[in-house]
């Protein structure tokens, strides 16, 4: 009895604490996107700072800005292989505090880097090597955190757990804006231009240093315990040979189908991430340079919009994860995608109209954030239950990491590059609905039933193709 009493007190003991995990695992997200917001919003202030030459264009220099995201945005599915392959060997919790140390670290010398007034061409070239720092730390925090949360959530709320790595997008984008604000309000445009924008990069540094805190109180994930636990046998009997195993109701996995299968989870997942990861960065992140160089708009009023879009997309994410777990991934995520595409040119023609009523403007800002938290709620816990625990931390991470390379690190280069070309201001619409159209359809492959499955540990990913060989029990897998 005393033994038992004590085994269950040390399994309580080792049992992960769910408000912990999902702080820790969420706050490397949030320094992230905090840093993309900044970037972002000062990228006109950085683009004559780092890629303006003498005689250069506003324009050219804006591209070029772009161009350097958009490279770093590449580096993050190498860093989500290399990373998430040591999250599935080593644990989620040394990845991640490898990766918010990273992330934080090259955020915060952003802000100490010389000009191109100073040092000339190596500016440009420092600066991109940063960014590539930060794609790779990027890339292997975003698997590691959704694997942690999603493998310590209760039955049935994997998506309102999933859903809050996403909606630190929310924050780390409100938490840019209203850095930006604050240095905007207290400091002249000159002292801005020449200094000021650092302040938020440096920022970054304190923030890194809670996380850090955080994540060295963490511990690992159920799943990822259990799948390191050798199997028990049976000691053999002194003269006697041991007794065979008992018989299965199946066969266990080899170690090489996750492997051979993975690949093909990967792509799809990229597909069914499509959607999320253009709408979400043209109208949460582009926005505030598009405004400003395109309709004209004050960097207030640029910074303002981009505000209110992040809240409406704030409001939605958590009820839309909880949704999920009710109707499924899959009803949710492509109703979001639907709607997005059906309103993506009205919405941006009332923003561009001057003579829109305020709360028309930005109530349609807002409506278009809501909108993507469609898809940002239910995401994650969609990802993570495309792959088996062996290759978890990889396979998602690679999933989300090449959607965003594809869809989101080249949607500012791509709309500000068109608009330059073209003169057509509805360039970002456009954009938006031809990746939700085909990011719906790709969502449509989801199995209907995925939200009332388990996780599976033990055997291959699973693409969700309602074909007979992905059809996975409900309840966990007994011998």
């Known amino acids: ?61 804006l591209v070029k800005t772009y161009a350097s995201f958009a490279l770093a945005f590449f580096f993050r599915p190498v860093g989500a292989f290399l990373l998430g392959r040591a999250g599935d060997r080593f644990g989620r919790r040394p990845v991640l505090l490898a990766a918010v140390t990273t992330m934080s670290c090259a955020t915060a010398l952003i802000g100490v880097l010389p000009t191109y007034a100073m040092v000339g061409a190596a500016a440009p070239w420092l600066l991109t090597a940063l960014r590539i720092v930060q794609g790779l730390s990027a890339g292997g925090e975003f698997g590691g955190a959704v694997a942690l949360m999603t493998e310590s959530a209760p039955p049935g709320k994997r998506g309102r757990y999933g859903a809050w790595q996403s909606l630190t997008v929310a924050f780390g984008l409100l938490a840019g804006a209203a850095a930006a604000t604050l240095v905007t309000t207290l400091l002249t445009t000159p002292h801005v231009t020449s200094w000021g924008w650092r302040l938020p990069f440096l920022a970054a540094l304190p923030m890194g240093a809670t996380a850090l805190w955080l994540r060295l109180r963490l511990e690992e994930s159920p799943a990822f315990r259990r799948s390191q636990q050798p199997r028990r046998q049976e000691p053999a009997t002194p003269g006697k040979d041991a007794a065979p195993p008992p018989p299965t109701t199946r066969q266990p996995r080899t170690p090489a189908q996750p492997q051979t299968q993975t690949p093909w989870a990967v792509i799809v997942g990229c597909g069914r991430l499509m959607a ?7 109208f949460l992140v582009v926005l505030p340079s598009y405004l400003q160089s395109t309709v004209g708009a004050s960097p207030q009023q640029a910074l303002l919009a981009t505000v209110i879009a992040n809240l ?32 993506a040119l009205p919405l941006l023609h009332v923003v561009q109209d001057r003579h829109s009523p305020v709360w028309l403007a930005y109530g349609s800002v807002a409506l278009a954030g809501a909108l993507v938290g469609l898809l940002a709620g239910p995401g994650p816990a969609m990802l993570a239950e495309m792959f ?26 791509l709309v500000t ?10 360039v970002p619409a456009y954009y938006v609905m031809v990746t939700c159209g085909l990011g719906a359809l790709a969502l449509a492959t989801l199995r209907p039933d995925t939200h009332h499955r388990t996780l599976h540990e033990d055997h291959p990913p699973s693409t969700d193709l309602h074909s007979p060989s992905h059809n996975h029990p409900t309840t966990p897998n007994t011998p």
């Open 276 to 282: 999320w990861a253009a709408a979400g960065y043209t």
């Open 312 to 343: 409406g997309f704030a409001a939605t994410i958590l009820p839309a994860g909880a949704l999920s777990d009710r109707l499924g991934r899959r009803t949710v995520m492509v109703t979001g995608a639907i709607l997005i595409a059906v309103s």
């Open 388 to 413: 088996p625990t062996a290759v978890r931390h990889t396979g998602l991470g690679l999933a989300y990491a090449l959607a965003n390379a594809v869809f989101s690190g080249c949607a500012g280069l």
């Open 417 to 426: 590059e068109l608009i330059r070309r073209t003169g057509d201001p509805d």
């Open 1 to 61: 009895m005393t033994s038992s009493t004590d085994e269950s007190r040390q399994a309580a003991r080792r049992r992960p604490s769910v408000p912990r995990a999902l702080a820790a695992g969420a706050i490397g997200n949030f320094i992230e996107w905090y840093e993309f917001g900044v970037y972002a919003y000062f990228a006109t202030v950085i683009a004559a700072d780092f890629f303006t030459p003498h005689g250069g264009g506003a324009a050219e220099a």
